[in-house]
């Protein structure tokens, strides 16, 4: 187990209660996907995953460490091994693409040498590689503006992976590209899980994507989990629970 979720609660200063009571156990190796409509907690719970929003009550436990109670170094030291892909690329859009991968090599380095961006060959070496891992090491030298929307998203993925993460975050990370690139995308956090052995937390939309990619789901309602399982044993009507009555599904090929 690399991940236990026990009793996770999130309540936002104005009194949105975004989780509740939502505990889980990540296994090491999973492709583990995480459903649900807007605004049912799925950002949220990520977030509080890596302590970039603070749970409100609850365990988080990541490879057999309490994380919800750290500070400080023992913090920084945990963070470095979750790596986090966002919806928005957050790329440095006038740095090239080997500058912006880079950047994840930043919490494991010296101070003086974070502000000068003085990088050893081995890290410009090994960003290479992170580029080469998601196809796009061609582009090291490009601005990260000159670049497509499918492209910055790989180059997100290749500075998350510069951190060689024990477990990597990804909150719908296709959620602003069309359907091909969505699967290109995904096609590339399949090879990390796959090949690198890293485990995956992302949240998607789209179930064609889910049954592809996932080999566990958890679906989020109002907070709560509702449905935890295979993906293709979501049915038509475990669909109209987690979505509603009216939703339709969207197929993306």
Same mark, same amino acid.
């Given at each position: 187990?690399?991940l236990?979720?026990? +009793? ?6 104005? *009194?949105? &209660?975004?989780?509740? =009571?939502? @505990?889980?156990?990540?296994?090491? *190796? ?5 459903i =649900? ?18 749970? #409100? @009550? ?7 460490t309490?994380?919800?109670?750290? /500070? ?10 979750? =790596? !986090? ?9 006038? &740095?090239?693409?080997?500058? +912006?991968?880079? #950047? *994840?090599?930043?919490?494991? !380095?010296?101070?003086l040498? %974070?502000?000068?961006n ?10 290479? &590689? ?11 030298? %490009?601005?990260?503006?000159?670049? @497509?929307?499918?492209?910055q998203? $790989?180059?997100?993925?290749?500075? /998350?992976? !510069? ?12 959620? @602003?590209?069309?359907? %091909? ?23 998607? &939309?789209?179930?064609s994507?889910? $049954?592809?990619?996932? #080999? ?6 109002? *907070? ?19 979505? =509603? +009555?009216?939703?339709e ?5």
């Amino acid at each position: 187990m690399i991940l236990k979720i026990e +009793n996770l609660h999130k309540v936002y200063p104005d *009194g949105t &209660h975004a989780l509740k =009571g939502v @505990s889980f156990e990540v296994f090491r *190796g999973e492709f583990l996907v995480i459903i =649900g409509l807007s605004g049912s907690g799925k950002s949220t719970l990520l977030r509080c995953i890596n302590r970039l929003v603070e749970p #409100t @009550s609850g365990s988080v436990q990541f490879m057999g460490t309490e994380i919800t109670t750290l /500070s400080g170094d023992s913090l920084r030291n945990v963070r470095r091994q979750i =790596g !986090m892909v966002f919806q928005q690329f957050n790329l440095i859009k006038r &740095h090239t693409v080997l500058s +912006n991968v880079l #950047t *994840g090599r930043l919490g494991s !380095m010296s101070s003086l040498n %974070a502000i000068l961006n003085r990088y050893p060959d081995a890290a410009i070496a090994e960003a290479l &590689h992170c580029l080469e891992t998601v196809g796009i090491a061609d582009k090291a030298e %490009a601005r990260a503006d000159s670049l @497509s929307g499918g492209q910055q998203q $790989r180059v997100a993925i290749a500075r /998350s992976l !510069m951190q060689k993460p024990e477990l990597m975050l990804a909150d719908e990370p296709v959620a @602003s590209l069309d359907p %091909a690139t969505s699967n290109t995308v995904m096609q590339y956090f399949e090879k990390i899980n796959k090949e690198l052995g890293t485990t995956v937390i992302c949240n998607l &939309h789209f179930l064609s994507l889910v $049954r592809k990619y996932a #080999t566990r789901v958890i679906a989020l309602k109002d *907070g709560e989990i509702i449905y935890q399982g295979m993906p293709d044993e979501i049915n038509n009507d475990w669909f109209k629970k987690i979505y =509603g +009555n009216d939703a339709e599904e969207v197929e993306i090929r």
